[in-house]
Structures are given as structure tokens and as C-alpha cells.
């Protein structure tokens, strides 16, 4: 099974950007696709981006033209960079593995601790 670790979250102003990361060891090499969701005050988890194996990409519509995913194959990482960032973009992020696209049954994974993003003035 992959362990994913959430890395890159923090304060940032409205407008502004920030980039999270979400390392997990061995996703590349299994074939797993990964997903983004992200858990706000509601406690609600929200879907916000996924990519597959052979990386294809897609969006939520409250995130599609200010979000980008993409996957650094060789640090079995990937990054959501999220741009004009507003204040109901607050939450807990979290990414997960899947194999919706295919992939060995290890693409199963845990849920990591998340990384937590705040946009406020």
C-alpha cells in the first residue's frame, strides 16, 4: 500500500498562490492515478483534482482555470498549484491514490494527515 504525505500549506492572501505537494512512495511504479479532495469548515470532503497514469488531468469546477496538477514521476510526487486563491479555497488538502485508472492492488492507500491551506486577509 502507498502512504501519502501532504507537504506545502500554509497562509496566503486573497489573489494569491501557493503550491501543496503530496509525496507517496511507489505510486509511479504501480500504475496509480492521484487524486486531491480537501476538507473545509463544513467538514465535508470536496473532490478538487485528479491525474491518471498516463497524465491526464482533471478539475472541480470551483477550482478548473486557477488550479494546475501535475506529477513529478521521478520523486513519486505530485503538486497542485492553485492560483487567485479565494477565501472558500480554506481547508484541509489531501491526497489519496487510486486505481480507478488501473494499477497493482498497493495503489490502495491511507489517508495522510493532510496539509492545511488558509486564505485570508
Known amino acids: 500500500q502507498v502512504q501519502p504525505v501532504e507537504s506545502g500549506g500554509g497562509l496566503v492572501k486573497p489573489g494569491g498562490s501557493l503550491v501543496v505537494s503530496c509525496t507517496a512512495p511507489g505510486f509511479t511504479s504501480n500504475g496509480c492515478g492521484m487524486d486531491w479532495y480537501r476538507q473545509g469548515a463544513g467538514n465535508q470532503r470536496e473532490w478538487v483534482s485528479s491525474t491518471s497514469p498516463d497524465g491526464r488531468t482533471y478539475y472541480a469546477d470551483s477550482v478548473k482555470g486557477r488550479f494546475t496538477i501535475s506529477k513529478d514521476e521521478a520523486r513519486d510526487t505530485v503538486y497542485l498549484q492553485m492560483n487567485s486563491l479565494k477565501p472558500e479555497d480554506t481547508a484541509m488538502y489531501y491526497c489519496?491514490?487510486?486505481?480507478?485508472?488501473?494499477?497493482?492492488?498497493?495503489?490502495?492507500?491511507?489517508w495522510g494527515q493532510g496539509t492545511q491551506v488558509t486564505v485570508s486577509s
Open positions: 489519496q491514490t487510486t486505481r480507478r485508472y488501473g494499477g497493482t492492488w498497493k495503489c490502495y492507500s491511507y
